[in-house]
Every structure is written in C-alpha cells, then in structure tokens.
C-alpha cells in the first residue's frame, strides 16, 4: 500500500504563487509516475500535471507556462509549483499515484483559493 500527504494549499490572489506537495510513503518502488489533479465546484476531477519516474512531464493545456511539475526519488516527493494562479486555478486539488497493475492511490486533496 502506499500513503499520500499533501500540503500547500491556501488562500492566493489572483498572480500569485503557490507550491504544492505530496510525499509518498509505503510501497513506493511501485509507483511508476506521480500527478496532481483538481476538482474545481461543480466539475469533474481533471489532470494538471503529471511526472514520471524517469522524469517525462506532462501538463494540462491551461496550465502549461505557469504550472511546474518535479519529483524527488529519493524523498518520495512530488511538488507542484504554481505561479501566476488565476481565480479559474481554485479547486481542491489531488496528488495522485501511479502504480500500474496494482493500482491508484489518492491524497486526501488539499483547497487552492485564487481570489480576484
């Protein structure tokens, strides 16, 4: 099994920056690629970034530019680095987990608040 925890999120105005993270515990050498995602009020869970053990990245379209993905192997450690956040950024955002064949594991999701 692997444990998720985030944390960073909080209250930002719009231009702004925050930084997320997510350290993974448990059976980590299973995890093949780490993302976070968010749920904005009222809309589905959709994908922000994502990086893989070897370090290929990936990014939503409206993040790409301000939004920097990067994982730590070694702490087990994904963060999120957001820069010039916009009200439309506000949900509660998901670390998650790739584990392949055995799954995905979810953070417990932590508010990002972007006021205008």
């Known amino acids: 099994q692997v444990r998720l925890v985030e944390s960073g999120g909080g209250l930002v105005q719009a231009g702004g920056s925050l930084r997320l993270s997510c350290a993974a515990s448990?059976?980590?050498?299973?995890?093949?690629?780490m993302g976070w995602y968010r749920q904005p009020p009222g809309k589905e869970r959709e994908l922000v970034a994502a990086?893989?053990?070897?370090?290929?990245?990936n990014y939503a379209d409206s993040v790409k530019g301000r939004f920097t993905i990067s994982g730590d192997n070694a702490k087990n450690t994904v963060y999120l680095q957001m820069n010039s956040l916009k009200p439309e950024d506000t949900a509660v955002y998901y670390c998650n987990a790739n584990r392949g064949v055995y799954g995905q594991t979810w953070g417990q999701g932590t508010q990002v608040t972007v006021s205008s």
């Open positions: 448990g059976s980590t050498f299973r995890i093949n690629a």
């Open positions: 990086v893989t053990r070897g370090g290929t990245t």
